[in-house]
Every structure is written in C-alpha cells, then in structure tokens.
C-alpha cells in the first residue's frame, strides 16, 4: 500500500503541530521542511514524534556533508527518517544509513537539483537507504514549464523504491502512484488548503483506491 506522506513547509513548530494534528488520520509521513527545522532546532522533531508517536517523522535535514552525525542528531531527537542530499558524496549518504542501523531508523535520499535523478537513485538503492525521493524542489516548480510529468516519468523508469515530490494534488497523485511510487509526498496540496484535513482525506482516498 503507497503512503502519503505531508511536507510541513512551516516555521513554527506550534504551527507544525497544529497542522499535523488535523492531517494525522490521514497520512502515514509527517515531514518536517527543512526551514522549520533550521529555524526551530531538532526540538521541533522531538515535539512532533512525541505528538505522534504512530506516524513515521520524517526530518528533512538535506544533509550535504557529516552524515553520520547530522542524521545521529535526528535520530536520537526522534526522526524515523532523515535525508541526504543525492548530491552529496557515497561516503556521507554511508555514514547517514550506519546511524540509521544503529538506531533502527531509515535514510531516504533527496535528488533535488540532481542532473539525472533516476541514475543516481539506483546508485544509492545500492548503498542501503530505504527509498529515494524523487524530488523538484520549490524553485524548480515555480520556473516555466514545470511539470510533474517529469518526475512521473522518472519513477515509471527507476526501477527501484522511490518517492515523489513536486507538486503533488489531487489530480495527478493517481499517476504518481500508478507510476511506481511508494510515496507521494503532499505539501501544498494539503497545508496551502483552506481545509488541509479535507485535503489530506482526499488524496489518501485516492491513493487508497489506485
């Protein structure tokens, strides 16, 4: 079964927890957007698992370098997931999954900004992170032409565990799935709602009948 999973792309943690406790029933993922845990601290993760303790917290951390360290720090503040930048070198995404064995935890790697997202996701498959997201980043979404097509594209070819972000609503997050993604990852979609439990609802009915 695919899993929704919402990007909290807030500032405060207050905030994030407000907004998590509407979509909660609905979503399996709660991710943390690297600005609020830039400008919360790892305290907003700790918050957020003790809220939820049912629900896989995701801490978007973009690790570039450190990987070891930076995704221990997540870890042990309560983080289920943390990413490394697909970017990065093998040696940080290596140091990021040996903290995650040893907390019993998961790294997911991030291909924003990444030349060729599909070649590198089935490089890191191999080194022991649990899926690779497939990732257009805000930037990228708002230049012209954007399409989440592309990413739908990427995921059909892949071949290995992915997860897409980019512009996921309602209407597309059926070909997502269909596509091979075993997450889909909503964030304006559902935050950017003017009922965000509503919104959370609908995709996961979506997602549920594919």
């Known amino acids: 079964m695919a899993k929704l999973q919402v990007a909290i792309d807030l500032l405060t943690t207050e905030e994030a927890l407000a907004l998590a406790a509407k979509v909660a029933p609905y979503v399996d993922i709660i991710e943390l957007g690297t600005p609020l845990i830039k400008n919360m601290g790892s305290t907003v993760i ?6 939820h303790p049912d629900k896989l917290v995701f801490a978007d951390l973009k690790t570039a370098d450190a990987g070891q ?3 221990d720090i997540a870890f042990k503040a309560g983080a289920d997931l943390v990413t490394v930048m697909g970017a990065a070198g093998n040696a940080t995404i290596i140091g990021a999954v040996k903290a995650a064995k040893a907390h019993g935890k998961g790294v997911v790697v991030d291909t924003i900004g990444y030349p060729d997202r599909v070649k590198r996701a089935q490089e890191v498959i191999e080194l022991g992170v649990e899926f690779v997201e497939l990732h257009a980043g805000l930037d990228e979404q708002w230049t012209a032409g954007y399409s989440i097509q592309v990413l739908i594209d990427e995921a059909a070819r892949a071949g290995v565990p ?7 609503n309602i209407g597309n997050v059926a070909a997502v799935i269909k596509a091979g993604a075993q997450v889909a990852v909503a964030g304006a979609a559902i935050y950017g709602a003017e009922d965000p439990a509503a919104a959370a609802k609908a995709l996961r009915e979506v997602i549920d009948a594919v």
């Open 69 to 71: 360290l930076e995704a």
């Open 162 to 168: 992915v997860s897409i972000a980019g512009g996921v």
């Open 46 to 51: 700790t918050a957020m698992k003790n809220a």
